[in-house]
């Protein structure tokens, strides 16, 4: 398998893309630069997102290596025992041989759907007030949870074998959406940028897969009781459709594995509870249906196009580096200064993992070790660990924050 290396070309162009908060960051914060002759540039053009005619590329940020902080990550359970028996879906052949999704380990009805291009999208998730219910989660193969500059979280929500006929709020893209594509070969689908996530996403290895919104597919609500960036939905289709020759069956680097029996090495896990630090979210486990159902905020989180409560078949809970990157700022004051640095979420290399499938718990690892792998996962031994077939919601969390997962047996 060909690992290609990363590319990341960061920029000395600081500029706002809107930031909904001005709380501090939850990464570690370096001085903020002044910017007072730049020009904000604006999510909701998108050609505020366009790569500028000259510009000076400069080293990325270093990788900063995890603090020794003992609190901030669980503590281990006994490493689970599976059998390499009991993980019936691992390899490419395994998958196209019964015509299964990779992301999902689920049988497809019409194998057709996978020669598609797998179709990522920015959804927004604060103010709740103006974006829930969000419509199409529960249609989403895999939905990523990440924390922002302004400590809210935002989804990136993974479309591929089953398209919602809407999706939305769409909002901004992050430095995380930098990799996520790449992780999928999937396309991207986004309001706007900052300027410095925007040259790097127009300077990336899927740049021509890149949606912008003067693409058909995109469309406002006109609803005026919201704010305007609130506003944007898509009918995911006609993204697809507007790739032309790019939407074509993805080539992925490497495959989870899936496995319809639990592990032997659990431990019980009924209720998961998520601290965030601007909102709690916990997922709820109801064995008729073998589901985890989302509540937010204490209120259950529901899919605007269906009405149905958020669910998922796993809960993935990886702990990455999250670091402040000093050349790109999210949001601007008044007088130039930058108060808001882009937060750059390290989803390489490998770190402790926490997998919540069948109403179990397990601890181990998750590991990309090249830029079009996926996120994969392994106990102490080396074994890989399998999700339960089915949808996943991948919920990163900062190896900054202090037991910030509670887990109810």
């Known amino acids: 398998m060909n690992k290609l290396p990363f590319l990341i070309i960061a920029l000395f162009l600081l500029v706002a893309c809107g930031g909904e908060a001005t709380q501090v960051a939850p990464a570690p914060t370096t001085a903020a630069p002044t910017l007072a002759a730049t020009a904000a540039v604006s999510e909701n053009q998108p050609e505020a997102t366009a790569v500028p005619a000259t510009f000076t590329p400069v080293a990325p940020p270093p990788t900063m290596p995890p603090p020794a902080i003992a609190t901030a990550i669980p503590t281990a359970t006994a490493a689970p025992t599976a059998e390499v028996s009991q993980v019936v879906l691992q390899t490419a052949a395994q998958f196209a041989a019964?015509?299964?999704?990779?992301?999902?380990?689920?049988?497809?009805?019409?194998?057709?759907?996978?020669?598609?291009?797998?179709?990522?999208?920015?959804?927004?998730?604060?103010?709740?007030?103006?974006?829930?219910?969000?419509?199409?989660?529960?249609?989403?193969?895999?939905?990523?949870e990440h924390i922002?500059?302004?400590?809210?979280?935002?989804?990136?929500?993974?479309?591929?074998?089953?398209?919602?006929?809407?999706?939305?709020?769409?909002?901004?893209?992050?430095?995380?959406?930098?990799e996520l594509p790449a992780m999928y070969d999937a396309a991207l689908s986004y309001s706007g940028t900052s300027a410095g996530v925007g040259n790097r996403l127009f300077q990336s290895d899927f740049a021509s897969r890149v949606i912008s919104t003067g693409a058909p597919g995109y469309y406002r609500t006109g609803d005026t009781s919201k704010p305007y960036e609130h506003t944007l939905y898509a009918y995911p289709e006609r993204l697809l459709n507007a790739l032309g020759e790019q939407n074509r069956a993805p080539q992925f680097g490497s495959y989870m594995a899936f496995s319809s029996e639990?592990?032997?090495?659990?431990?019980?896990?009924?209720?998961?509870?998520?601290?965030?630090?601007?909102?709690?979210?916990?997922?709820?486990?109801?064995?008729?249906?073998?589901?985890?159902?989302?509540?937010?905020?204490?209120?259950?989180?529901?899919?605007?196009?269906?009405?149905?409560?958020?669910?998922?078949?796993?809960?993935?809970?990886?702990?990455?580096?999250?670091?402040?990157?000093?050349?790109?700022?999210e949001q601007i004051a008044a007088d130039g200064t930058c108060q808001l640095l882009s937060v750059q979420v390290q989803l390489w290399g490998q770190g402790q993992v926490i997998i919540f499938r069948d109403g179990q718990r397990y601890d181990g690892i998750w590991k990309r070790e090249g830029r079009n792998d996926m996120l994969t996962f392994y106990d102490a031994a080396g074994n890989s660990l399998p999700l339960q077939i089915g949808n996943t919601w991948v919920e990163i969390m900062s190896i900054y924050y202090d037991n910030p997962v509670v887990v109810t047996p």
Request: include cysteine; charged fraction near 20%.
């Open 262 to 329: 639990a592990p032997a090495g659990g431990t019980a896990a009924s209720t998961i509870s998520i601290d965030f630090r601007s909102e709690t979210v916990e997922w709820r486990y109801d064995p008729e249906t073998n589901l985890y159902y989302r509540w937010a905020a204490g209120v259950p989180h529901n899919d605007g196009e269906t009405n149905e409560q958020v669910f998922a078949r796993n809960i993935v809970i990886p702990f990455a580096n999250h670091v402040n990157d000093p050349t790109i700022c």
């Open 148 to 178: 922002t500059e302004a400590v809210v979280t935002r989804f990136t929500a993974l479309f591929y074998s089953e398209f919602p006929e809407t999706v939305g709020p769409i909002r901004s893209a992050r430095l995380v959406d930098v």
């Open 98 to 144: 019964e015509n299964r999704n990779p992301l999902t380990g689920e049988v497809v009805a019409d194998p057709t759907v996978l020669q598609r291009r797998p179709l990522a999208v920015k959804i927004s998730n604060a103010p709740a007030s103006y974006v829930r219910p969000q419509s199409g989660l529960n249609a989403a193969d895999i939905v990523f």
